[in-house]
């Protein structure tokens, strides 16, 4: 590519900004790069669509195992060209963008890529002048520290820019929070400026295990399916599993668990004496990204319900706990040596249930 000349120069502090765009635009259309401000680091922009941009960006950052991650400056910016958003991808786009959470989504080939709406107005806008997305990681060279201010680009980044748009000190000076949202799980991949505990606590999936009465079936079913997830998860690197309720669809609130189902689950290893039976209400569907359910007939409950309560967009999945279709059977009335089955069957399902929530997003065939 050669040597560029020195790069213009723009200081958004003194209302530089039109000029910036200007420029920024001009050069991006060449296939140049553009140092932008964003409110975590400062990045290097790209027009995804401008092969020399691509070729200088690479010889810049190296070799990569992953593609660069996209700015937009709205989620429709990507609308053809992604599959449909799990829940939680929906939930963290509502919270953090814009703003410094990077997503990992798929694309209608099952491919991962990374977006962000940048928080940064200016560079927002730039994206918005573009009508496409851009290619932004941050304005580094590979192995070196990413800048939080113009000061701190370095050499070789400048001899490779057009542009250098100055928006002052980045307001975070951190890296982006990179999540990958599954269906019914999330993968942090790197833990930046929104934290671990943050991304559960606003965007971490809920599955939602329903019977008849929530003294037996459902609840044991939930602690048995925790347990699962939470060791299935050890298995990858940054997997947040989802958590995990019981709720029954005739249940009374607050009454004891089944005292059968107390003493077989102990048997297991878990503790069910704590439970209080919840009775199903809308805010619990509302909140969950996956409804399973001991039988049949009571999906065909829940489905009615969240037909009557929610809107088409913001209905979860609902399927049975057995993967097969199968009905598990209520051991209510039946003695200990029933319920220890149905126990054992449970614990059976969770393990096959695990392994199935925490896998990534696949394409439809």
């Known amino acids: 590519m050669g040597r560029m000349p020195e790069p213009a120069r723009f200081d958004l502090s003194r209302d530089e900004g039109a000029a910036a765009l200007a420029a920024a635009l001009a050069a991006l259309d060449r296939g140049q790069l553009v140092v932008v401000p964003t409110e975590t680091v400062y990045g290097l922009a790209a027009r995804e ?38 829940r939680a991808a929906r939930r963290i786009a509502s919270r953090w963008w814009p703003g410094p959470v990077t997503q990992l989504l798929p694309d209608r080939s099952g491919s991962l890529l990374g ?17 496409a997305p851009l290619l932004l990681p941050s304005a580094n060279a590979s192995g070196r520290p990413a800048p939080g201010a113009v000061s701190e680009l370095a050499p070789e980044v400048l001899a490779a820019v057009a542009v250098v748009v100055d928006g002052g000190r980045a307001a975070l000076g951190e890296a982006s929070t990179v999540i990958e949202p599954r ?11 929104v934290s671990r505990a943050d991304v559960l606590r606003h965007a971490g999936p809920e599955v939602l295990v ?48 089944s005292a059968a189902a107390v003493d077989v689950l102990a ?10 039976t919840r009775r199903l209400q809308a805010g619990m569907l509302a909140r969950a990204d996956l409804v399973l359910c001991m039988t049949a007939g009571q999906a065909e ?3 009615e319900r969240l037909a009557l309560e929610l809107p088409p967009a913001e209905r979860p999945p609902v399927a049975l706990f ?34 199935d929530l925490l896998r990534p997003w696949r394409p439809a065939a």
Request: hydrophobic share 40%.
């Open 267 to 276: 048997d297991l290893g878990l503790d069910l004496s704590d439970h209080a």
């Open 210 to 257: 329903v019977c008849t009465g929530n003294t037996c079936r459902s609840p044991m079913a939930e602690r048995l399916l925790r347990r699962a997830l939470q060791e299935a998860a050890a298995r990858e690197p940054g997997l947040l599993p989802p958590r995990v309720h019981s709720a029954g669809v005739h249940a009374a609130d607050g009454a004891l668990p």
């Open 322 to 355: 057995d993967p097969d279709g199968h009905d598990v059977q209520d051991p209510f009335g039946g003695d200990r040596s029933r319920y220890a089955a149905i126990a054992r069957q449970l614990e059976r399902l969770a393990r096959r249930r695990a392994d």
């Open 115 to 131: 977006v962000r709406v940048p928080g940064h107005p200016w560079t927002r806008a730039l994206v918005a002048a573009v009508n």
């Open 49 to 86: 669509d401008r092969p020399a941009g691509r070729a200088r960006l690479d010889a810049l950052k190296g070799s990569r195992s992953t593609p660069y991650s996209l700015a937009i400056a709205a989620p429709e910016m990507l609308h053809e060209r992604l599959a449909a958003w799990p």
């Open 183 to 193: 269906p019914a799980c999330l993968r942090l991949l790197r833990e930046g400026v």
């Open 301 to 303: 409950l829940v489905a």
